[in-house]
């Protein structure tokens, strides 16, 4: 951690600096610069990011030098994780895709999605038994019959579940029926649920909140790790912006950013990423162009009919199509699509 | 609501989107202009939110026309609501500040710091027991012990506590020690936790989501609302933007727009809304000044030592200095210090 | 255009609108909901844009119905435009691609990458003579020189060129040497400029600006056309976010909502867009998979000595690998590299 | 400038780093840390910034240590400037508005709204001759006839006039008539305007960017100081985010933020920085609350008749509410009103 100090700033105020870092157990490095002097902190910086030094009288400001985040960085492990969850792997040359309805409607509706995506290639079934709706007056979700439902229907098949959990409570219920306990971008930092998924030990898929910056949606991750749990898949899904015409804008470009800084694998949900049927094929498209390990992605039999998020799904007979398009691109970056 | 469709939409796309609303319950008028159809569909809106209707054949686009809250709305009712607890008033004519350390960090210092921040004119206390931080490696708080302290060092002064609920498993504990249960920012779409202090009947204190929008952010109050419970303070405390100067953006024009949509009181926390001491001061006095109806600021007697966001809190002197200033700018808008 | 009326508004307030409507030529057309009163405005509601509709007494809101674009449209003209100039294609099936360096440093250099990037598969030469940096101690570009070495570059391989024009005093000067006229993100509002380059009947490559949206860039465009030019290739470069790790966000989405809403050619500069050498390859990739009808890239010989955007640039040989990839994706898409 | 190793990088790359810093003429200062070797550079940062340091073999991050301005700056002038112009001052401990029509209609709109502005305290009369409007067929002002009508009424009452140059083709028209040039927002980082207003010596309001960080700002500024022109006065009219209520989010932590680092006069925007009436006097009261040396504000006496930006023009009676609040609040913070 670097210390710059204010051009007005006097040996006293350097000294009560240097002091204050040499209480803590840092040893200190001083140069004075044509016209700053600044401290070097050396030492375990993470143990200085709460301490409040940039209001120490004479500090200018302080600039860490470290990410903040470890467990989750290429300088803790440098080759590309691959989570393998029944035989089904993600990461690594593995391009994985995640499919199924926005939430679990009935059984019925369920078996024929999953027999479609199935044949069209993806390997883990994705639905809501509990949604949170931004309207009170909205439908919920089934809730555990949704989860039997959508277990059922992916053991027809052999595939993976991921399903959301948003309340504490729910872990086991969640753990009992679903492979992937899927972190929504509204909690990426609900700090008890990250803790509680860390000890769990599940697998886990983590969304990137609305307005989280790759630093922090890395440091979430981190608070799964330190939990011990390294089974984490990052998942882009949209970041807010002033752009109206999208629901959300995908952040492409955090995928080699990740990829630079971290070894976990990161999926991109172009349904939620974009709001908009018509951008999901291009996006999917351009998600694993861009390196994505894979997506996530809303099917519905008849959007037009869906409970939820009818706007953003695609049929299975779209699914289909795009999938041969990401089968073609991923071969081109000599990956292959998970069977 | 207003459909409008597109150029190329043939009769047969118009009468489909008129029977799906009829089959719906609502009456429809057509309006066939120079270069668009639409359709208006008559009967209450809001069941029509989660409907597909925009991906539905021929339909260019959906434009809601009803606000999507409504107990929480000026239409629903007029005059400015005013919150009393134990005496002390919220709203109206009073401005009201809340004040305290970021976290409880020991007895001692919050029976210093109430006694300080009561005389300059604070009516409630503020402090978290529960931190939940953005690194798995800082400190997290003294838990029941730190409400405990809290309770005690307010009933000395009569003052009320407002403290977070992170976790809904908390709840009762909480309910036990606090006068206002604060719903933090990163919880501000837990609609789980929504919901249940909605049925608690707590007053709430909830905070805007770091990229909520205005409309999202009343939609969180009406979901607390649609609980049956109203006794709801708003708090703006700063947006995610391109900025990174200041911690957040203080959007202190929210003041008037949900002055104009809402009758719920709002006020204002300087502390996080800037993350900068030097700026505490000058927004304290312009959110007053804008029409806040009180404030929430982070008050330690010795920042340099706090154990969390010590950058952003401000001493009990200058506290007691920013009281002084926020008492002649309320009485200049006709407002007085609620004591 | 629809304009919703207050729920106290007045059978008078409501008069009066229509009134004011019917003076401004337009039909109005009324409809009272259960909550709210409508009126619809028939006309060319692009006349009433600047009316201050709003705040005549009783209105709540004003709803366009129409896009404030035309020409530039797909209402306008269904089929995707093809530019073409001197043989060479922009739009269409062609994947069209623009390098060279950021700024025009000296001969020697200018040639020496364009006989690479020529032979790797670029057939429009980029570069800029007038250098407007951020600060203004910066170098500033080699002026009219830089665009006689421009001209004669490209001259030797059968390449255009495209160089940005910053000041309506030099549109002679750039349209003497050039074949495409840059317009800068800066510049994307700069109306006097639009007007000009509109009147000068010369192909445009349009960057859309850090926070403009894609209805605010069409508008842009349509200023342009509106001077009767429509050689107008649209360029996506990044928008401001919040997000710090990359210099911009590129909006990949961009790509199919404008392909939706407009005829015109787009393409994705990547350099610019990321501001990171490690991310050009994958986004450059991205871009082509998400539709594009083309890229621009910087290209150096030697990024670590460049003059401007060396951080940015990559080096004749990456470039290379970039466009085998590049390659693929477009046939993948039924689309071709243009030669 | 400090430059941070990969952990990774080897002995040789440092080595290739600080013989480039020398060859650039400046010392270097190694520190080895635990994870981490950092460079410091020591000498006159600035001439750094356009150098390619971060994409160096084993670079992983470059942190400037001083602001990249310097004329602007507190460090180079510690008080606040006080610009004066025929008397009027800006600055200081003054508090001065400006006020008048978006753009100039015609004669006697002009005078009739200069008589009333005037009697409630405005000594700055702003209105618009060239409109650069977002639609190409929109209202484009009465040019060098509105100019005129601008001084002969500013002169009426020994007014300032400030208007605004978009090009630089204007700038001996706009010099002839206008006491301030004006520097929209959507210019503020067209850098040959700045140097034209700079070499010019007339005072300048230079508008921040939309979406233009502080820094930023402030660098434009510095643009037109290194010029020798010091006699800027800075205005802040709001930031593009993700929040549609109002037309743009009013960053009034801007004014504290700015006043810190530099020395130069801050006015405020409110009709620009919120595009909504209802908001136009309570943010006018946060910004004089917040700080700000002044104010610029729309005014027509008749806004729902306005040509341009009718919905955001307050009129003269609610000019003169808003006047007498300023004047009270300005007196709270021991300023006054320039009379």
Do not use: W
């Not at 029926?177 to 697998?203: T, W």
Request: glycine residues 8%.
């Amino acid at each position: 951690m670097i210390i710059v100090l204010k051009p007005e700033a006097t040996a006293e105020n350097r000294d009560f600096v240097v002091d204050r870092l040499k209480s803590l157990g840092f040893q200190t490095h001083i140069s004075e610069g044509e016209e700053r002097t600044i401290i070097g902190a050396i030492g375990d910086e993470r143990q200085l990011r709460d301490r409040p030094l940039s209001s120490l009288p004479g500090v200018e400001k302080v600039v860490p030098i470290l990410k903040p985040y470890k467990l989750v960085s290429k300088d803790f492990k440098k080759t590309n994780s691959e989570i393998s969850i029944n035989g089904i792997k993600i990461g690594g040359k593995h391009t994985t895709v995640m499919a199924g309805p926005c939430s679990v409607e009935n059984r019925e509706m369920l078996f024929e999605i999953v027999d479609k995506i199935y044949d069209a290639g993806a390997r883990v079934l994705r639905g809501g038994a509990f949604k949170p709706r931004t309207s009170p007056y909205s439908f919920q979700g089934l809730g555990e019959e949704g989860l039997k439902y959508l277990r059922e229907a992916a053991d027809s098949k052999g595939m993976l579940v991921v399903t959301e959990l948003m309340d504490p409570r729910d872990i086991d219920l969640i753990c009992k029926y679903a492979d992937i306990i899927q972190i929504g971008a509204r909690n990426m930092q609900n700090f008890r649920l990250l803790k509680e998924v860390g000890k769990s030990g599940h697998p886990v898929l983590l969304k990137r909140g609305m307005s989280a910056t790759i630093k922090e949606f890395l440091m979430a991750a981190e608070y799964i790790a330190s939990e011990g749990n390294l089974d984490i898949i990052l998942c882009e899904r949209g970041i807010r912006t002033f752009e109206t015409e999208t629901r959300n804008t995908l952040d492409l470009s955090a995928i080699p950013v990740i990829k630079n800084a971290s070894h976990l694998p990161v999926v991109v949900d172009p349904s939620h990423g974009t709001g908009r049927r018509d951008c999901i094929l291009p996006m999917a498209q351009a998600a694993i162009a861009a390196g994505a390990d894979g997506l996530i992605i809303e099917v519905h039999p008849n959007p037009a009919e869906a409970m939820s998020d009818g706007d953003q799904s695609i049929t299975p007979d779209e699914f289909a199509t795009l999938m041969k398009r990401i089968k073609i691109i991923s071969a081109t970056l000599e990956r292959h699509l998970e069977e």
